[in-house]
């Protein structure tokens, strides 16, 4: 079993902000810090500092910290173009030297596209499906050889495929409702389903068997220390921490 903290610094947090946070995390013994990949703040509030990027945060904590796993929950198909995903994830992996886990989802906040002027279709699992097509295409291209695809939403043609993840394969989450969908695209890769946050939740633990529970509390098995690890964290860590 791993515990890992989740947080959403696009409510206000810097790049020291969550440095301070992911160091709190490595140090109170958790194994993992993931964020949101949001660019926009939700709910009434002070919006300072303003947002930080996520891939680029996880590529600065990829050298500023030495164990703890890294990544996002989740990345959302609609701003991040596969292609580039999967060279500035490959990137990080290799800058952390293999701690990197890639959330993939198929975005939700309306109000943040509209802000920052980013397409957001009603449709949008064909193109998170082809997203995940390309990145996983990419990086399991052998070296030597080039990757094309042809979808409705987007054509390569005969792209490098490099660089390559120092992990083989990149840990992979879905973040969705659990739909049958989902479940298929995941099933297809061999990758886990995140079902969503609640405001509530203060870590992911997640199982053996690669299940997320959302709140120690709710999960069968969670050990007391952990859950007491948890409360020092948010202690800790602060406000930003869900």
Same mark, same amino acid.
């Given at each position: 079993?791993?515990?890992c903290?989740?947080t959403?610094?696009?409510?206000g947090?810097? @790049?020291d902000?969550?440095?301070?946070?992911?160091?709190?995390?490595?140090?109170l013994?958790?194994?993992?810090?993931?964020?949101?990949?949001h660019f926009?703040?939700?709910?009434a509030?002070?919006?300072l500092?303003?947002?930080?990027?996520a $891939?680029?945060t996880?590529?600065?904590?990829?050298?500023?910290?030495n164990?703890?796993?890294?990544?996002?929950?989740?990345s959302?198909?609609?701003?991040?173009?596969?292609?580039?995903?999967?060279?500035?994830?490959?990137?990080?992996?290799?800058?952390?030297?293999g701690?990197v886990?890639l959330?993939?989802?198929?975005?939700?906040?309306?109000?943040e596209?509209?802000? @920052?002027g980013?397409?957001?279709?009603?449709?949008?699992f064909?193109?998170?499906e082809?997203?995940?097509?390309?990145v996983?295409?990419? $990086?399991?291209?052998p070296?030597?050889?080039t990757f094309?695809?042809?979808?409705?939403? @987007?054509?390569?043609?005969g792209?490098?495929?490099?660089p390559?993840?120092?992990?083989?394969?990149?840990?992979l989450?879905?973040?969705?409702?659990?739909?049958?969908?989902?479940i298929?695209?995941?099933?297809?890769v061999?990758?886990?389903i995140?079902?969503?946050?609640?405001?509530?939740?203060?870590?992911?633990?997640?199982?053996?068997?690669?299940?997320q529970?959302?709140r120690?509390?709710?999960?069968?098995?969670?050990a007391?220390?952990?859950?007491a690890?948890?409360?020092?964290?948010?202690?800790?860590l602060?406000?930003?921490?869900?």
């Amino acid at each position: 079993m791993e515990v890992c903290i989740f947080t959403e610094p696009q409510q206000g947090a810097s @790049y020291d902000d969550q440095l301070a946070q992911a160091s709190a995390t490595e140090r109170l013994g958790f194994d993992g810090w993931f964020r949101s990949d949001h660019f926009l703040r939700m709910g009434a509030g002070d919006p300072l500092p303003g947002p930080t990027d996520a $891939w680029t945060t996880l590529a600065g904590l990829a050298r500023d910290t030495n164990r703890i796993r890294l990544g996002t929950l989740v990345s959302s198909a609609t701003f991040r173009h596969p292609s580039l995903l999967a060279i500035q994830v490959a990137q990080v992996d290799a800058m952390s030297r293999g701690r990197v886990e890639l959330g993939l989802g198929t975005g939700w906040f309306a109000e943040e596209h509209e802000a @920052y002027g980013i397409p957001f279709p009603a449709k949008r699992f064909g193109l998170f499906e082809e997203q995940l097509e390309i990145v996983t295409g990419l $990086w399991s291209t052998p070296v030597g050889e080039t990757f094309d695809f042809a979808g409705e939403h @987007y054509r390569l043609e005969g792209a490098p495929a490099l660089p390559k993840p120092v992990q083989s394969p990149v840990p992979l989450i879905i973040g969705g409702g659990g739909c049958a969908r989902d479940i298929d695209v995941g099933e297809r890769v061999g990758i886990g389903i995140d079902r969503g946050q609640s405001p509530l939740v203060v870590g992911v633990v997640r199982g053996d068997d690669g299940r997320q529970c959302h709140r120690g509390a709710q999960c069968r098995g969670v050990a007391s220390d952990l859950l007491a690890r948890t409360a020092d964290a948010v202690e800790c860590l602060g406000d930003h921490v869900l």
